[in-house]
């Protein structure tokens, strides 16, 4: 029948060049996407580190300043209420003018612009930390404004410099520099301000501290109820249709796009029982709807974990099949549960947009002191500033996402090691 | 007293109940009766009945407390006010509150009868529920006090109680469910009142900016979801052409050609891509990817949105490789040696075998996979929310900036809404049509994961 020349031997020797030409193309094809998904991470990490890293310093300028009693008009016995009062901004205005000597009202303005409006609350501080410092010379690290922080970090000696600074500014800077006044400390008001208009300004300690208040609440309403429903639904339902209808509904909600718990939120929680706007309090509410399916599916993976054995042994000496359940698989199965209540944890604290439905986008300077107070939450944070237009916020953006990724790393690793110590194997 | 205060203090009752009931109990047996059950169940009972109670009614209270205060002061407001709109008398009500907490406001004469009746108010329903609660924790332990005896199935009713209690948390997940049909399926149909439902899901210009006030002249918003919903499928589209064949094919070498140690590392690497805050990727779209993609189409020559649809997509694309990955990682282990076996017998090559006999026999296990990944694309937020635009462009360059249902939700929703202006409520439409297309695709995903699991078991 076969009229060609070659045997099926032949055939097939000859077509496995090819094949394994496939073979090798199709591995190749596996191993780039393993690494193409592993080069994203790299990148994203890398990107947000390149852009953040900087972040963490602040550019000051360290000089010498005469705490004027006169020019402030207050003595050693002023209260704190009459330091505050007192005109500091004047005096730190005075005080660059006579070094600089800008020539005009144009230039004034310039070098006054430099300086942030932290510095005179600096100054105040110190004054009313310790009064005596009145009349007396004090050597500060002032901070710059954003603009002289991203040019001193950033543009120095390159070529797109002063779009933001004025060529009499870089020639003050450049002076500065020469007299070893303009560097750079650890930014320590990042991690100890709330919000502000002012890059230079703005902290994340009003976020975390939301963010704490708002897991805080999530974190005592989902876990005793998750726990509760996973120990139901494993120990207790009854194969019915009820039972399936509830699996059924957990199933789907851990899938539901987060969003549309906001869309409850802002209906139901705030329209309906008029919880206040914008507080850890609903925040905590709509977050903890978010990760009890999380919760509640974790908690019967470690309760189905739980050998039989020990019920049946339990049960052999005359427990109560409640008693069986909370005094030997409750224990048992509790690190299993942990661990999944950590990990929905970690999805809350990385959850943005149905908070944003219910109101904690408001910019909030103050740090809120309890679960009722206005406050934002740390992904919000993040939210907010990178829509701001100045620059530094770009960098303050990624330095809070590194904060961010902190925690959330840290949650991870947590949970990681919790299930290696505690696990058991069966 | 505050919340609080009150909750701490019926804890602190709760715990002394406890100790009542124990101390009673042993007392009991002290005489020499036998007790039914141990001394600690008729603690436990004990402090059930003083906790739950007044910890119910202080829950209900709480819910019930501002709608009613509220409903109470309308009648209060003037005549004027109560004939106008529902937002006019809205904002006369959170004026009162801000008088009654005496926050800056200039005074209002004709809302003063109403701001006394609140401050009244809300020194009676204080008084009246703190009075409630602590006796009805009381009363708790006296009843209970009175029914602890010998041969009282203490144990019996401990566990029937807790036994409701754990029913009841399992519930909240269902409540849950109901809570999100409930609130978008009122708005929507408010919504619909307005706006008809044709319109709205057949109309192809969105422009949701309604005349602030209703003698201003200007657009009267157009509402046809069209544009959104063509902006949700191509941006999801392009994360989907990304996600399935990267993280398909990292499942495929991972399962079948990775050595343990890679795979060991890789697998936990590649899901971190997955616990990363969405808020992260939508900045490194929009910051990153977004100037690039510009940049790149510049130099070609092409006109790019600095807001394309391709950044956003690309971006989500990654976010979603982990979830395609880890699932079609399960399937294609779910599948049995015995059918590769039986492959490499007949002489298959490792690919051709995965090829014509591994990715079939998982083929619906992995479809379910994709879907869930499709639900999880149509239902992303920030990534759009930030890097993709605002402007309902009807188009499928993906170079062009459309915007999505999540972004418009977003959007309209963010700051202070009108909960009667259709501009507020078709977020609530939105999120509707959002809901139910997720809901769908996941409970179809679940089902045809779940068959597909037992079949090889």
């Known amino acids: 029948m076969t009229n060609t020349s070659l045997s099926t031997r032949e055939k097939v020797e000859k077509s496995m060049v090819r094949r394994r030409a496939a073979e090798k193309r199709f591995r190749t094809y596996g191993m780039a996407s393993v690494l193409f998904g592993l080069l994203c991470l790299v990148g994203l990490f890398g990107d947000i580190i390149n852009k953040g890293a900087s972040a963490f310093r602040q550019t000051v300028i360290q000089t010498e300043i005469l705490i004027d009693a006169d020019f402030l008009g207050i003595n050693k016995k002023a209260d704190d209420q009459e330091i505050r009062n007192a005109d500091f901004e004047g005096l730190i205005k005075q005080h660059f003018k006579a070094m600089v000597q800008p020539q005009g009202r144009g230039e004034r303005r310039q070098l006054y612009s430099m300086i942030s409006a932290g510095a005179a609350w600096q100054l105040q501080e110190a004054v009313i930390a310790d009064p005596s410092l009145l009349g007396k010379k004090l050597s500060v690290n002032l901070i710059a404004d954003d603009d002289v922080d ?114 409850l939120g802002l209906a139901i929680f705030i329209n309906i029982f008029g919880v206040a706007r914008s507080t850890p309090l609903v925040g905590g509410l709509v977050l903890t709807l978010m990760t009890l399916p999380t919760i509640i599916i974790s908690g019967r993976a470690a309760i189905k974990a739980v050998p039989p054995s020990i019920r049946e042994a339990a049960f052999g000496l005359g427990a109560s099949k409640m008693q069986v359940v909370f005094h030997h698989v409750l224990p048992l199965a509790l690190p299993g549960m942990l661990t999944g209540t950590i990990i929905g944890m970690a999805q809350a604290l990385g959850e943005t947009a149905p908070l944003l439905m219910i109101g904690m986008v408001a910019f909030v300077v103050d740090v809120p002191g309890f679960i009722n107070d206005p406050s934002t939450v740390l992904p919000v944070q993040i939210f907010l500033w990178s829509d701001s237009p100045e620059r530094a916020f770009m960098e303050r953006t990624s330095g809070a996402i590194m904060v961010l990724l902190g925690f959330l790393v840290t949650m991870n690793t947590a949970a990681v090691m919790l299930r290696r110590r505690l696990e058991r194997r069966w | 007293m505050n919340y609080s205060s009150l909750i701490i203090a019926v804890l602190i009752l709760l715990g002394g109940a406890y100790l009542l009931g124990r101390n009673r109990a042993r007392a009991i047996a002290s005489q020499g009766m036998r007790l039914h059950s141990l001394p600690t169940h008729y603690g436990a009972l004990m402090a059930l009945w003083t906790g739950l109670p007044p910890l119910l009614l202080l829950l209900i209270w709480g819910l019930a407390e501002a709608p009613v205060i509220d409903h109470l002061l309308i009648a209060q407001l003037p005549e004027a006010i109560q004939q106008g709109s529902s937002s006019d008398i809205q904002l006369a009500i959170s004026k009162v509150h801000n008088l009654a907490i005496g926050s800056g406001i200039s005074a209002a004469p004709e809302l003063e009868p109403a701001v006394r009746h609140l401050i009244e108010l809300q020194e009676r329903t204080l008084l009246l529920h703190s009075g409630m609660v602590l006796s009805l924790a009381l009363l708790g332990i006296a009843l209970t006090w009175r029914r602890i005896k010998a041969d009282m199935r203490a144990r019996t009713e401990v566990e029937s109680i807790v036994r409701r209690l754990l029913f009841a948390s399992s519930g909240v997940a269902v409540l849950t469910t109901l809570g999100i049909l409930a609130s978008v399926l009122y708005e929507a149909w408010q919504f619909f009142g307005k706006v008809s439902p044709f319109e709205f899901l057949f109309g192809t210009t969105w422009s949701p900016q309604v005349a602030l006030r209703a003698d201003q002249s200007g657009s009267s918003g157009s509402f046809g979801a069209v544009p959104l919903f063509a902006g949700t499928l191509l941006i999801s589209l392009i994360a989907m052409f990304i996600a399935v064949p990267v993280g398909l094919m990292a499942a495929i070498y991972l399962s079948e050609y990775a050595t343990p140690t890679i795979r060991q590392y890789a697998k936990p690497a590649l899901e971190i891509l997955a616990g990363i805050p969405t808020v992260v990727y939508g900045f490194f779209a929009a910051l990153t990817v977004a100037p690039v993609i510009r940049e790149l189409g510049e130099s070609m020559g092409l006109t790019v949105s600095s807001e394309s649809a391709l950044a956003a997509g690309l971006v989500m694309g990654i976010m979603i490789i982990p979830f395609v990955s880890s699932l079609s990682d399960d399937v294609i282990n779910a599948v049995p040696q015995s059918l590769r076996d039986g492959s490499y017998g007949l002489g298959a090559t490792k690919s051709e075998t995965v090829k014509e006999v591994v990715i079939p026999a998982a083929l619906p296990g992995i479809v379910g996979a994709i879907m869930l990944a499709v639900s999880r694309a149509i239902g992303e937020t920030m ?66 994961v779940q068959k597909y699991r037992e079949q090889y078991d």
């Open chain 1, 150 to 263: 991203q040019w001193f970090k950033h543009d120095r000696g390159t070529e797109l410099h002063n779009n933001r600074m004025s060529e009499t500014q870089v020639k003050w800077l450049e002076q500065w520099i020469d007299q070893d006044m303009l560097k750079t400390q650890f930014n320590t008001l990042f991690f100890v301000n709330g919000d502000s208009r002012e890059p230079e300004l703005a902290g994340i300690r009003g976020a975390i501290t939301g963010t704490f208040l708002t897991l805080l609440v999530t974190f005592l309403l989902s876990f005793p109820i998750g726990v509760a429903a996973a120990i139901y639904l494993e120990e207790f339902a009854p194969r019915n249709k009820i039972t399936e209808f509830v699996e059924i509904n957990i199933n789907n909600l851990a899938a539901v796009p987060s969003i549309t718990f906001g869309l």
């Open chain 2, 383 to 448: 990534i759009v929310a930030m890097a993709a635009g605002l402007a309902a462009n009807l188009t499928a360059n993906p170079l062009d900036s459309v915007t999505t249902v999540t972004v418009q939700i977003v959007t309209l929703l963010v700051g202070d809404q009108e909960f009667d202006s259709p501009k507020t409520l078709a977020a609530f439409a939105l999120g509707l049509v959002l809901f139910l297309v997720t809901l769908a695709l996941n409970f179809v995903a679940l089902k045809v």
